[in-house]
């Protein structure tokens, strides 16, 4: 008994920190979706009002925010995750300096801070003779002007993606190369003798299926870092909402509702929305990479 006791003394201050800035938050913006709340007026309960506008009266939310997102998921995240996938497999079959050297520069990117990367990024693409890619695209006579390639509704999507891959080779990133680089030898050799003839069936029964842990750990870290990465789109063009709602995503609408509109009540209900999807694709990753 004294024992247990003294492993939730351990685990109480975990417990603790989970509570205030997890668990009580939630809560909280799950009372606040129910009622009408601008932050300073007490919260007028208006039941399940606020999720019926989101899901039938927001026309941002339907026409653009929620298949900016759903783009933005796939190519950014699922594409990076495959992207972080391929390169650590990659890198495994190179000798470890090269592997080294390849794997610190691959990462570096996702250490850059939020504004050295909007800087660098808002430099390349400036809508002026001075952007980079302004200026190599009209010295080679591909461009008769410049291009307002951040406030253009046809550009600023892939712009946010492409910024979004260039930093995805994350933590996840070295996990599965770590567990690529562990999938023990023999393994390989008894698969040869069963009948594996090349490196993509090596891939598919034995590579992917011994670096499970890795897989998952990699699937959660591109989810986090690709709803994270939301932020890119008012980074890059300065505005919040973006220019045409062109690369608005679900956290700029909480941002948009929340903080410029001060419509608290209905920002809550959409981060619940969005906390439901985070939710369901967990889940889905656990299902296929977690323990059977």
Do not use: C
Request: charged share 10%; hydrophobic share 55%; glycine share 10%.
């Amino acid at each position: 008994m004294n024992k247990n006791k003294g492993v939730f003394v351990l685990m109480a201050p975990y417990f603790t920190l989970y509570a205030v800035f997890i668990l009580l938050p939630i809560l909280l913006a799950g009372a606040l979706s129910f009622s009408n709340f601008n932050g300073v007026r007490f919260p007028d309960f208006t039941g399940l009002r606020n999720y019926v506008v989101l899901l039938t009266q927001d026309p941002v939310f339907l026409r653009n925010v929620l298949p900016n997102t759903l783009r933005f998921a796939v190519l950014a995240g699922l594409g990076g995750y495959a992207l972080s996938f391929f390169l650590a497999w990659s890198l495994a079959q190179i000798t470890p300096r090269i592997r080294t050297v390849f794997a610190v520069l691959l990462y570096l990117p996702s250490m850059t801070g939020g504004i050295i990367l909007t800087a660098v990024w808002s430099i390349v693409f400036a809508g002026n003779e001075s952007g980079y890619l302004n200026g190599l695209l009209m010295s080679w006579g591909f461009l008769p002007r410049p291009i307002q390639w951040l406030q253009d509704p046809d550009y600023l999507l892939p712009i946010m993606i492409l910024v979004s891959l260039w930093s995805s080779m994350g933590v996840g990133f070295l996990a599965m190369l770590a567990g690529i680089l562990n999938v023990d030898k023999e393994l390989y050799d008894a698969a040869r003798i069963d009948g594996v003839r090349n490196r993509a069936q090596e891939l598919i029964y034995v590579t992917i299926p011994s670096m499970r842990p890795q897989m998952l750990f990699g699937a959660v870290m591109a989810i986090v870092g690709t709803f994270q990465n939301g932020a890119i789109g008012p980074a890059l063009t300065g505005s919040n909402p973006t220019p045409q709602y062109a690369g608005q995503l679900i956290v700029n609408h909480v941002e948009d509702y929340g903080f410029i509109r001060f419509e608290m009540g209905y920002a809550a209900a959409v981060s619940l929305a969005l906390l439901a999807g985070i939710w369901l694709i967990s889940r889905l990753a656990w299902k296929v990479f977690g323990d059977e």
